[in-house]
């Protein structure tokens, strides 16, 4: 069982900056392939970034590479999501989600646990 938990999310002017945070529990999250995703009111859920449990290799959604990136921390158990040069487009709220046994899926139906999320919202 991984619990997640995220944070870093809030207001930011378009061409801002912000990073989100996702901190598991559980002594197994280096084993883990970790997720970002974002539902925006009314939209499906879809894919943002992954990284491997590694952390060698990532995968980014078109709609934001150049823009935005994922790392983590395997000694603080935290995977975090860079993201820059805002777009009011990116609004949405943001989870992140660990997948057992994936290489870098993207589909939410992969991932086997799931934060809470956190709200993102970008002004014009």
């Known amino acids: 069982q991984v619990q997640l938990v995220e944070s870093g999310g809030g207001l930011s002017q378009a061409g801002g900056s912000l990073r989100l945070s996702c901190v598991a529990s559980g002594r197994t999250f280096s084993t883990y392939d970790m997720g970002w995703f974002r539902q925006a009111p009314g939209k499906e859920r879809e894919f943002v970034a992954a990284?491997?449990?590694?952390?060698?290799?990532?995968r980014l959604a078109e709609s934001v590479k150049g823009r935005f990136s994922i790392s983590r921390d395997n000694v603080k158990n935290t995977v975090y999501l860079h993201m820059n040069s805002l777009k009011p487009e990116d609004t949405a709220v943001y989870y992140c989600a660990a997948d057992r046994e994936g290489v870098l899926r993207t589909g939410p139906g992969d991932y086997d646990y799931w934060g809470q999320g956190t709200q993102v919202t970008v002004s014009s």
């Open positions: 990284i491997r449990w590694n952390g060698v290799s990532t």
